[in-house]
Structures are given as structure tokens and as C-alpha cells.
């Protein structure tokens, strides 16, 4: 989830400008262009609207660099949008609306799939990136107490696996969740062969979100600035005042299958009793859907650290600097089951799920993702 303080609504409908389909123009292909798959149907909708006209703030012809910048935004089921935000010939930055949808699932795959697929055919370019922004947690599944993996709607969700088929046969430069949790290292993995960068939390992110008019022109560099776009994140949620918490990382997927392979040589001669038996309150708690025990989410170092050998550690350490290219943390976390913050001492910028004696129904589902195929 993107954790929510205040809850109002305002006539988004307004922003949008508008064109019939035969006045679509479609061009030549741009230097990228980057889609925003916003779920706007929930809590957030309020602050996934300030985040779009955050954009419009920067997207000057001159700021995208000869790129398009795409919004879908899912107002609900029964109506969304697909529209771009750009520099009309006055100078003015507008959107124009170049499709309208009616019952139409935002988290459903085939849907993600087909809006994916329009956006490319409308707005050819030499590469792509996504952004995705509503609820988020991690990978755990939306029928297990409530959790999700990425989005909501009508309190139905999309899981992780269930993305990774949406994506079929698309690949981005890179993609950012603008949602919480979702920087843990079965999302990575699971998505790894979809993009080159993945850039996340592997915490919770306030309902405000990333701070679009700080470094949306860094996505449409000839070369992405992402490193710009998770220190514009942290500068941001450092100096936030009261409300100063944010971690964030940015993740090279073409790291992880060597990652994976020196996890599985660390992990394949130990037992479900060495990992039951792993020093829980020692280690980084990375997640409070509830503030009960048990917690599903650790830091992925803490958790290799107390598993391997001084050999595997070092080599486990030494692809880790080259698979997280950039992390960032304040001093604390905030958690909306909490209402406060817990203090972050060691970060390496992926969460994992640690298998627990009580979680065996959760385990038995995490056993469906390549991560766990991978390397147990």
C-alpha cells in the first residue's frame, strides 16, 4: 500500500482534455516513451491525481527531450482513461485523451496487457518505461489475509505472477513502483527478464508518493537518470519534516541470475529447521501489514548473513553492490498499522520473506514463484 492520511475527492475529469479515436495522429517513433499505470480507485486517488498534475508542472516539450509521456488512469471500473500529458503550440501543457474505457478491470492482466500493448502502437518510440502506482505489497498474495501484490480494485488485486503475464512480450528500460513493498527480491526476480532497472520500495511509501516534479525530465534522458530518481526520492522524504521516512532502491536485473545461483549455493544443503531457526528479533524487520508477529518481510543481507559461510557471504556481498545500484534510507520507517515508525539499522535495499513455522500456508503459495524454484 501507499499509506493514506487524508482522504478527499475533486473532479478529476476536468484535466482531461479530449479527441475521438479518428483524430488519433500516430508519429514516428519518439526517443522513449514512458507509460503511467496509475489505480486510481481506491484511497490514493486523491493523491495519484496531485501526482499527475505534479507531472504537468515538467512536461515541457524541451523537459521529454522528444519523448511521450502516457497516462492510464483507472478511475474505477466502469470508467479509465488513456491520455498524454504534453506541450500544446501555445506553450500550454495539456492533456489529450485518446482513449476512454468502460467496464474495464485495471488489474487484470489482460487489461494491463492490452493498454501496454495500445500505448506502443499509439506512441512508437525506441524504448519504453512504466511506472506503476496504487497499493502495493510485495509478492504475498491477495487472498491471504487481505495482502495483495500490486493494485486494487474493488478489493480484488493483481499478483505478482499474474504481472509478470501481463508483461509478456514487452520489455522496458525500466520500471518504477510507485507503490509500497515492492522492492523485495521476489518482485525483482520475478520480473527480471521484463526490464533492465527496477526502482522500489521495499518498504512503505507515503500516500504522496515520488516526487514527480523533481525528476520526471531524469526518465527521458537519451540515458534514464534513475540514480537522480531515487536521491530525488530520498532528498525529498529527508527534508520532509514530520513526516521524514522513506527507503528506496534501484535494482540491475541483469545481476540477479548470478545473485540467485550464489543464493541457491548458500541455501541448497540447509533444512526447513535452519531456517525456522534463524535469530528472528536479531534481524531487520522490513514490513508491518499488522502490528502483530509474525512479520513476513526482513532485509535480504540479514537474512543471507546468518545462512552462509565467510566464502558464500563475500561472494553473496559482492554481487549484491553490482545487482543494488543505488539505495537510500532514512533513519526511520513509517508503518500506517503502527501509526509511528520503526527505526532502520541495516538496509541493503531488497526485503525477502524468511518461511516461518506459523506462516506454512503462505510458504506453501511461495513456493509458485521463480525465486523460491530458483534457489531452494
Not at 486523491?46 to 511521450?68: E, F, H, W, Y
Not at 512508437?124 to 510485495?138: D, Q
Not at 521484463?194 to 516534479?213: C, H, M, N
Amino acid at each position: 500500500m501507499r499509506i493514506k492520511y487524508i482522504i478527499y475527492s475533486v473532479l478529476f475529469a476536468l484535466l482531461l482534455g479530449s479527441c475521438s479515436k479518428e483524430d488519433i495522429e500516430i508519429k514516428g517513433p519518439a526517443k522513449r516513451t514512458v507509460l503511467a499505470y496509475m489505480i486510481a480507485s481506491t484511497n490514493l486517488g486523491s493523491d495519484i491525481r496531485a501526482n499527475i498534475r505534479q507531472m504537468m508542472t515538467v512536461a515541457s516539450n524541451k523537459a521529454l527531450n522528444g519523448g511521450n509521456l502516457v497516462v492510464y488512469y483507472s478511475e474505477s471500473k466502469s470508467r479509465s482513461y488513456l491520455f498524454q500529458i504534453k506541450e500544446d503550440k501555445k506553450g500550454n501543457i495539456v492533456t489529450d485523451t485518446v482513449r476512454f474505457y468502460e467496464n474495464q478491470s485495471a488489474i487484470l492482466p489482460e487489461t494491463m496487457h492490452k493498454v501496454i500493448k495500445e500505448t506502443t502502437e499509439l506512441f512508437p518510440a525506441e524504448s519504453f518505461g512504466l511506472v506503476l502506482s496504487s497499493h502495493g505489497t510485495s509478492w504475498l498474495p491477495g487472498n491471504f489475509s487481505s495482502l495483495r501484490s500490486f493494485g486494487e480494485e474493488d478489493s480484488q488485486y493483481m499478483e505478482i505472477t499474474e504481472m509478470n503475464e501481463a508483461l509478456e512480450g514487452f520489455h522496458f528500460d525500466f520500471m518504477l513502483f510507485d507503490a509500497c513493498y515492492m522492492s523485495g527480491i521476489e518482485c525483482t526476480y520475478e520480473l527480471k527478464d521484463k526490464t533492465d532497472y527496477l526502482l522500489g520500495s521495499p518498504t512503505e511509501v507515503l500516500a504522496r508518493g515520488f516526487p514527480y516534479e523533481d525528476f520526471l525530465p531524469a526518465l527521458f534522458k537519451d540515458k534514464a537518470d534513475l540514480e537522480a530518481v531515487t536521491k530525488s526520492f530520498y532528498e525529498y522524504y529527508s527534508n520532509n519534516g514530520n513526516a521524514s521516512y522513506g527507503t528506496v532502491s534501484l535494482i540491475k536485473t541483469s545481476e540477479l541470475n548470478e545473485l540467485a545461483q550464489i543464493v541457491n549455493d548458500i541455501l541448497k544443503d540447509k533444512t526447513e529447521e535452519d531456517i525456522y531457526a534463524l535469530p528472528l528479533s536479531n534481524m531487520q524487520i522490513l514490513e508491518y501489514l499488522t502490528a502483530r508477529q509474525p512479520h513476513m518481510l526482513y532485509d535480504f543481507d540479514d537474512f543471507i548473513k546468518y545462512l552462509a559461510n565467510d566464502e558464500q557471504y563475500q561472494r553473496f556481498s559482492a554481487c549484491m553492490e553490482k545487482a543494488v545500484i543505488s539505495k537510500y534510507t532514512t533513519p526511520y520507517s513509517y508503518y500506517a498499522a503502527l501509526y509511528g515508525a520503526r527505526k532502520i539499522e541495516r538496509f541493503s535495499g531488497l526485503s525477502v520473506f524468511v518461511p516461518q513455522p506459523s506462516l506454512t500456508k503462505l510458504s506453501d503459495w511461495y513456493k509458485q514463484l521463480a525465486w523460491y524454484k530458483t534457489v531452494y
